[in-house]
């Protein structure tokens, strides 16, 4: 039963839920290229063949921040010295299974180490900036609305939402 403050006294409320995660984009020191990874290592992976940045799931308890951190260490053994909030997406029905996804997205202007070359998920590659603007890398077709954000010559933090329905990318709504 939901609080009746909130939806009235005995009326149940719709909660959206979704699983949490982040995205990062580590940049050269240029600000010219970007690493990527490039999904390269199991076939039945639902982003097999897609470049995209770094990231994964939360885990319970963990901050945003701290868990792009860790996924940036983990997946390309670099240590994040700053870590920028780009904006964040919804992208409800986006899983293998429908499930809901919520995302936050971040530059990471600054780090130190040496990134690995491969990691469990794929082959880490530099790639242009101007190149992924362009679509000139396999990426999903959805990420072309939120990477101009991304990477803007004066960012600011946005909110997106990009509905999926059976693997087709729905309308794009933003926020600034």
Same mark, same amino acid.
């Given at each position: 039963? /939901?609080?009746?403050g909130i939806?009235? /006294?005995?009326? %149940?409320?719709? =909660?959206?839920?979704?699983?949490?995660?982040?995205?990062?984009?580590?940049?050269?020191a240029d600000? =010219? &290229?970007?690493?990527?990874?490039?999904?390269?290592? =199991?076939?039945?992976?639902?982003?097999?063949?897609?470049? $995209?940045?770094?990231?994964? %799931?939360? #885990?319970?308890?963990?901050?945003?921040? /701290?868990?792009?951190?860790? #996924?940036?260490?983990? #997946?390309?053994?670099?240590?994040? &010295?700053?870590?920028?909030?780009?904006?964040?997406?919804?992208?409800?029905?986006?899983?293998?299974?429908? #499930? $809901?996804?919520?995302?936050?997205?971040? =530059?990471?202007?600054?780090?130190?180490?040496?990134?690995?070359? &491969?990691?469990?998920?794929?082959?880490?590659?530099?790639?242009?900036?101007?190149?992924?603007?362009?679509? /000139?890398?396999?990426?999903?077709?959805?990420? &072309? $609305?939120?990477?101009?954000?991304? !990477?803007?010559?004066?960012?600011?933090? !946005?909110?997106?939402?990009?509905? !999926?329905?059976?693997?087709?990318?729905?309308?794009?709504?933003?926020?600034?």
């Open positions: 039963m /939901a609080s009746p939806a009235g /006294a005995g009326r %149940k409320v719709a =909660r959206v839920q979704a699983i949490l995660a982040t995205l990062g984009y580590v940049l050269s600000r =010219r &290229r970007v690493l990527m990874i490039r999904r390269d290592t =199991r076939p039945d992976d639902l982003h097999y063949g897609y470049y $995209n940045g770094l990231g994964g %799931k939360l #885990e319970p308890g963990e901050d945003v921040v /701290a868990g792009m951190r860790r #996924e940036i260490r983990e #997946e390309a053994g670099l240590e994040c &010295r700053t870590v920028e909030l780009a904006g964040t997406i919804s992208w409800p029905g986006f899983g293998r299974n429908g #499930e $809901n996804w919520f995302g936050f997205l971040f =530059r990471i202007p600054d780090w130190s180490g040496v990134p690995y070359e &491969r990691c469990p998920e794929g082959t880490l590659i530099w790639t242009d900036l101007s190149d992924i603007l362009s679509g /000139a890398v396999p990426m999903w077709p959805s990420d &072309r $609305n939120f990477l101009p954000l991304v !990477f803007a010559d004066q960012p600011g933090v !946005f909110h997106g939402s990009q509905p !999926f329905h059976h693997g087709t990318p729905g309308p794009w709504t933003v926020s600034v």
